[in-house]
C-alpha cells in the first residue's frame, strides 16, 4: 500500500475506499493513525504537480471547505463512513500498481470561472478599441495641428508595430511572474498615455504617446487568454473561447461609432479623456477584486499568494481570517504559495514560431486574421465611393460583420467542445472536463481543426462574394449577410486555433498568444495598406478573390498538422527532456 504523491493517469478508474471494516477500538485506531500519517505526508491544500509543473490543491472544489475536514481528521477519530463521504482526500491508500483520478483542475466554480473570463475580455477590449477609435479623428486631428495626411497615417503604423511587438514581453512576464503585475504595469502605462495624448501640443507628442498607448493596451489580449487558460480545461475550453475573440471584434465595431460621436460633438482630445477615464474605472476593478490566476504562483486557486499578488478583497478576506485563526487555533490558515519570481524570457514568442506545428498554425492564422483587417480597412472607402455613406453610415455598416462574429464566438464554442467529447469517446477514455486530459497521446490537432477548417473555407468563399457583391453595386441589404458569414467563419476558425495554440502550449499560454499577436498584428498591418492599392490596381472583386484564396489555401497547412501534430510534439517533448536531463 503507497500514498499516492504523483497525478494519475487519465484513463484510471477513480479511487475507491475500502469498505467499513467491523467496528471496534482497534480498527478505529489504526483508521486514525492511517490517516494522520497519510495527512503528514501530504501538506494540507497542496496536491501533485500539473502537467505544466504547478501545484494546485487536493481534490475538491471548496479549498477551505476541504481544509476544515482535514483538520477534523487530525483532531478526532473519525468513522470509516465520514472519511467515505468527505469533502476531502487528502492521501488515497491504494494497491501497488493502481492509479487513480487526476486532480481537480481548478477550485473555481463554474460561474466564478465565467466571471473572471468576462471581466479578463472587459480589459481585452483596450486594444482594438483603441486602435480604431481613433480613426474617425484623423482629418480634424490633421486639420487642428496642420499635419499632412501621410503624417497622421504614420501614428497608426507605429501603434500596430508596437501592438504586435509589446506583448511578447508582458506576455512572458505574465508567465512567469503572475497576471496582476502584468494587469497593473499596462494599465498604468495606458493611462498616462491617454492623459498625454489630450494634452498633446504637437505631432511629436502624438507621434511618441500612440506607441505608449499601444505598448499599454496590447497586451491586454494576452492576458485574457492567459487567465482563461489558467482556470479551465481543454475539454471546457470551447465555450470559454469565445470571450477572447470578442475584443477583436467588437473593438473593430464600435471603434469608429464611439470615436465619430465624440470627435463631432465633444473635439478629438474627448476621444483619449474617454478612454482614460474607463481604463481608470477597469484598474480600478482589478485592484480590489480581481484574484492572481496563474497557476505558478496560486496553483489551481486554492494557494494563498504572496501579499504583492493579493487583490483588495484577498488583502481584507486574509486579515479576518488571520484574526478568527489567532483567536481559535484550531481553525486552519489557507495554504501559503511557495512561489519565487523568475526573470521573463522575452525571447520565448520568438522562439515558438520556430516550432514547426506552431510556425505553421501561427503563420495561418496570421494571414486568415489578415483577411479580417482588409475588409475592415476597405469598408470606409468602398462605402463612400460606391454608396456615398457617411462616417456614421459607415461605421454601422460595420455591425453586420460584429453580428457575425458573435454567432461564431457563440456557436463554435459549443462544436468546439463537443469535437472534443466526440474524440474523447471515441478512444474510450473517462471523461470530466473538471480535470485536465494528458494530450500527449491525444489527437488535440484534429479534435480543434476538423471544427476550424469548414468556418476557414466558408470564409474564404465569402470573401470572395463580398468583393464582388461590392464591385457590381448591389443592394446594402445583400453585403450586411455575406458580412455575416465573413465574420462567422474568420472568427470561428481564429477561436478554434487560439484554443489549439494554448492546448499545445500548456503552462505558456500567454507567451503563445503574444506570438500570435505578434503575427497577426505584422501580417493585419500589412493587408491594412495593401488592400486599397490591390483594389485600384486589379478591381474589387478579383482583390477580394485573391484574398478569399489565400485563405483556402490555408487550409493546406491545416490538414497538415493534423496528420502530424501529435508525431511533432512527441519529438518536441523529447527533446525538451532530454535538454532538461543535459542541464
Known amino acids: 500500500m503507497t500514498a499516492l504523491a504523483t497525478p494519475p493517469s487519465h484513463d484510471a478508474a477513480p479511487p475507491t475506499l475500502p469498505p467499513p471494516p467491523p467496528s471496534s477500538s482497534s480498527s478505529s485506531s489504526s483508521s486514525s493513525a492511517a490517516a494522520a500519517a497519510a495527512a503528514e505526508s501530504q501538506p494540507l491544500g497542496k496536491e501533485p504537480p500539473h502537467a505544466d509543473g504547478s501545484e494546485g490543491a487536493v481534490d475538491g472544489r471548496d479549498a477551505r471547505g476541504r481544509q476544515d475536514n482535514a483538520a477534523d481528521s487530525l483532531g478526532e477519530e473519525q468513522e470509516p463512513k465520514d472519511l467515505e463521504e468527505g ?192 481604463a481608470g474605472v477597469t484598474i480600478v476593478l482589478i485592484a480590489c477584486f480581481m484574484p492572481e490566476t496563474c497557476r505558478h504562483v496560486v496553483g489551481d486557486g486554492s494557494l494563498t499568494p504572496p501579499v504583492a499578488y493579493r487583490s483588495l478583497w484577498q488583502v481584507l478576506t486574509h486579515r479576518r481570517l488571520r484574526e478568527v485563526g489567532g483567536a481559535s487555533p484550531d481553525v486552519p490558515r489557507p495554504p501559503k504559495s511557495g512561489f519565487t519570481f523568475k526573470p521573463p524570457n522575452i525571447l520565448g514568442s520568438l522562439m515558438l514560431l520556430l516550432q514547426k506545428e506552431t510556425g505553421l498554425l501561427l503563420g495561418s492564422s496570421g494571414f486568415v486574421f489578415a483577411g479580417f483587417y482588409a475588409v475592415v480597412a476597405a469598408m470606409p472607402t468602398l462605402y463612400q465611393r460606391r454608396y456615398g455613406y457617411n462616417d456614421i453610415e459607415v461605421g454601422l455598416m460595420y455591425l453586420p460583420l460584429s453580428f457575425g462574429s458573435v454567432v461564431a464566438a457563440s456557436v463554435a464554442g459549443f462544436f468546439i467542445n463537443r469535437n472534443y467529447r466526440r474524440h474523447h469517446d471515441r478512444l474510450g477514455l473517462t471523461f470530466d472536463s473538471s480535470r485536465q486530459q494528458d494530450l500527449s497521446r491525444f489527437p488535440i490537432e484534429r479534435a480543434r481543426l476538423e471544427v476550424g477548417l469548414p468556418l476557414l473555407l466558408l470564409a474564404g468563399a465569402a470573401m470572395a462574394a463580398w468583393g464582388w457583391a461590392m464591385h457590381a453595386s448591389v443592394h446594402a441589404a445583400v453585403l450586411c449577410v455575406v458580412s455575416v458569414f465573413i465574420g462567422i467563419g474568420i472568427i470561428g476558425f481564429n477561436n478554434t486555433s487560439a484554443a489549439l495554440l494554448v492546448d499545445i502550449h500548456p503552462g505558456k499560454a500567454g507567451t503563445a498568444t503574444a506570438a500570435n499577436n505578434l503575427t497577426r498584428c505584422l501580417i493585419g498591418a500589412g493587408a491594412s495598406a495593401a488592400i486599397i492599392p490591390m483594389i485600384d490596381a486589379m478591381g474589387i472583386g478579383w482583390a477580394f478573390t485573391l484574398v478569399g484564396g489565400i485563405l483556402v489555401l490555408c487550409a493546406a497547412p491545416m490538414l497538415l498538422i493534423m496528420a502530424k501534430g501529435m508525431e511533432w510534439r512527441a519529438e518536441r517533448r523529447s527533446y525538451e527532456e532530454r535538454k532538461s536531463r543535459e542541464a
Open 87 to 278: 469533502a476531502v482526500t487528502v492521501a488515497v491508500a491504494v494497491a501497488d500498481g493502481e492509479s487513480a483520478q487526476p486532480p481537480k483542475y481548478s477550485v473555481f466554480t463554474t460561474w466564478e470561472k465565467r466571471g473572471m473570463a468576462l471581466a479578463a475580455a472587459v480589459t481585452a477590449i483596450f486594444s482594438p478599441l483603441s486602435a480604431q477609435i481613433y480613426l474617425p479623428a484623423l482629418n480634424v486631428i490633421s486639420k487642428d495641428l496642420g499635419l499632412s495626411n501621410a503624417k497622421v497615417n504614420l501614428t497608426i503604423t507605429t501603434y500596430m508595430i508596437l501592438q504586435g511587438v509589446t506583448p511578447m514581453f508582458i506576455g512572458s512576464l505574465a508567465d512567469s511572474g503572475g497576471r496582476r503585475p502584468a494587469y497593473l504595469i499596462c494599465f498604468v502605462i495606458y493611462i498616462a498615455a491617454n492623459i498625454g495624448l489630450a494634452l498633446a501640443p504637437g505631432y511629436g507628442a502624438i507621434l511618441g504617446l500612440r506607441c505608449l498607448q499601444s505598448a499599454g493596451s496590447s497586451s491586454t489580449v494576452a492576458l485574457c487568454v492567459a487567465v482563461i487558460s489558467d482556470i479551465v480545461t481543454s475539454a471546457e475550453r470551447g465555450q470559454y473561447v469565445g470571450f477572447t475573440s470578442m475584443p477583436s471584434v467588437l473593438g473593430p465595431a464600435l471603434g469608429p461609432i464611439i470615436g465619430g460621436l465624440l470627435s463631432q460633438y465633444l473635439g478629438w482630445r474627448s476621444i483619449f479623456w474617454f478612454l482614460a477615464i474607463f
